[in-house]
């Protein structure tokens, strides 16, 4: 797949984006470059390989190092919200968006 620099103008549109030509050569060549690498990584074959759950696993058995679930921060709610324009029984009201 690749694009053409009617199609990175119309992406720059779309985002909202101000591109000089220069700018949207380079980005039509970066691009295409990056399609061009997805391509490649596509044609290799990887049938019969097994996903690693860890980059690391073929090189040694991983152990997720798990922290001990605990409470580390001090319970703040009362400062937190004094800033708020309007709270209630701990939560925050806001405005109704949806009728």
Known sequence: MALTLDDITRIADLARL???ASERDRMLGQINGFFDIVERMRAVD???V???AHPTEVVADVQLRLREDRVSEPDDR???QRSAP???RGLFLVPRVIE
């Open 18 to 20: 101000e591109l000089h």
């Open 46 to 48: 990887t049938a019969g």
């Open 50 to 52: 097994v996903p690693l």
């Open 78 to 80: 009362a400062a937190n």
């Open 86 to 88: 309007a709270v209630e």
